[in-house]
């Protein structure tokens, strides 16, 4: 690299692969961990990460060995980073860079982090394990289900599978269920799998779907809860769905009268069956889908997987992974699901008839959101959403913390999207100015909101 692209870099400022320090410390062997564990990166020692401000560093001949040294004994599996150095304006910028690691996560002093953005995040225990499996390209819902049998697979349920499965020609499978289960990698070592107990099973896991019709937030008209293995579970909310929805006739002088639905049906069937497939099954929350006169919601527990963000996938050329690869293969096999990754392209193809529906989506924390509402009440939530855009940090901060005390200093960097150092100080001037206290320890305890920034 020559100084031309150090400029270059220098004014573009953080990124997910870029971060600058001062000097040499712990925060740098955390970012190189981090970049490890996303697509890489560099850290450049000697230009404020505040200000962008080359200071350059003060180094010895044995400085740069010293840190490598340093960042090999502090992480596991251990790292060995590139180092260059560079001269600029008489300064010393060295630059310490290190690509990503094939078999993932990578820990920094039995702590585990991810870059995103700008910023170190921790990953949680499923983020780990996710980490992992993906380096691996291999599936959660592959492994054996703990002390489970052919026996408690119901026959009757795979059999009618394999008549669909074979009926629509995308694979041929045999009578004979169970050399069919292994020819799909559903049963292993003959032994069920996680996804041919979810998909199969004669009692099936409590895995429910709550589904409801509100009047208001507080006022149910009709509720659901749904616990049945995942192909009853799509077919029995999507019957839910329809009963509650309006369905106009339209007669173009045609023999046959032609139906519109009052929202776009196909569409909302492509967001039930993407909650169903990608749901983080490891999660205790349900599925929810919220049925209200102007709108409906749908919610899945789980993260986004494999590092797509919500504007890769608002793009038609995102590359999405498969948390559930045999659960997904199955939906596709009995011709329910296309080709896998393409599920929001086909949304939006759908709603191209319904201009008088908004089409949302948002990662919150335990989950994905996705709402389906007409334009007129759409309008009153972009009011409100530009309202809480206006915000300060500091005042959305406080709001969070109104809506669930127990929130961590990680959760309010994750939702933010904020660095480290910056909730921190928030935190510390909240407290300071008495709008918030901490009550109780780092683990069990809260924080009470005195009053509020408004």
Known sequence: MDINQLKHIINNGETETVEFKLSFNKDVIESISAFANTKGGAVYIGINEKNGKITGVDISKESIQNWINE????????????????????????EISVKEYPIKPVACKNRYFIRKQNSNHTLTTNGISDLHLLS????????????????????????????ETNNTGRFSLVKDYLVSLRKLSLLKNNKPTIASILLFAKIPERHHIRIGRFKSAS???????????????????????????????????????????????????????????????????????????DKITIYSPGQLFGGITTQ????????????????????YLIGEIEKYGTGFIRIRDYLKDYPEIEFSFEQLKGGML????????????QKTAQKTAQKTTKEKIVDLLIENPKYTKQDLMEILNKADGTIKEHLYDLQKQNTIKRIGGRKNGYWDVIKNTE
């Open 312 to 331: 890769e996938l608002k793009t038609d050329n995102y590359q999405s992974s498969l948390r559930n690869k045999l659960i997904a293969e199955a939906f």
């Open 136 to 163: 691996l390209q291999e599936s959660w819902d592959g492994y054996n289900f703990p002390n489970a049998k052919t026996s408690d697979l119901s026959a009757e349920k795979i059999q009618k599978f394999i008549e």
């Open 219 to 293: 006022t149910i008209i009709d509720d659901r809860q749904i616990t049945n293995t995942l192909f009853e579970q799509a077919t029995k909310s999507l019957i839910f769905i329809k009963n509650y929805i309006k369905i106009e006739y339209l007669f173009d002088g045609s023999i046959k009268r032609k139906e519109r639905w009052e929202y776009p049906v196909q569409a909302i069937k492509e967001s039930l069956l993407n909650a169903i497939i990608h749901r983080d099954y490891r999660e205790n929350n349900d599925i929810q889908i919220k049925i209200f006169d």
């Open 370 to 381: 996705v709402t389906y509402a007409k334009k007129t009440a759409q309008k009153t939530a």
């Open 71 to 94: 960042i090999k004994t502090k992480t596991e599996p251990s790292i060995i980073p590139d180092t260059d150095i560079f001269k600029f304006d008489n300064k010393i910028i060295v």
